[in-house]
Nanobody, 119 residues
Framework: QVQLVESGGGLVQPGGSLRLSCAAS????????MGWYRQAPGKQRELVAT???????ITANSVKGRFTISRDNAKKTVYLQMNSLTPEDTAVYYC?????????????WGQGTQVTVSS
């Protein structure tokens, strides 16, 4: 089993910045894609950004130019730098990792971290 632990959420004023981190742990696994998703109250979970081992990224149009995803493969950690935050970015942010372990393919989720943008 691959565990994901997120950190870095919190309360920030509009226009502010936050940096989320997500570290993967376990044994005998390799990760292909790591990413961030978010779910606002009353809405479906949506993709924010993903990044492959090789560094290829996909970023949602709603955050493009404001959010940057990055990854440290050696640390099995993915980051999300969020700038120019707006109240519409308020949501629970979830880390996701897809890869292979001894049991086969896995698709793991973190517990989520709350991001609240409010004055």
């Amino acid at each position: 089993q691959v565990q994901l632990v997120e950190s870095g959420g919190g309360l920030v004023q509009p226009g502010g910045s936050l940096r989320l981190s997500c570290a993967a742990s376990g044994s005998g696994f390799s990760i292909d894609v790591m990413g961030w998703y978010r779910q606002a109250p009353g809405k479906q979970r949506e993709l924010v950004a993903t990044i492959t081992t090789g560094g290829s990224t996909i970023t949602a149009n709603s955050v493009k130019g404001r959010f940057t995803i990055s990854r440290d493969n050696a640390k099995k950690t993915v980051y999300l730098q969020m700038n120019s935050l707006t109240p519409e970015d308020t949501a629970v942010y979830y880390c996701n990792a897809k890869g292979t372990n001894r049991a086969g393919r896995f698709d793991s989720w973190g517990q989520g971290t709350q991001v609240t943008v409010s004055s």
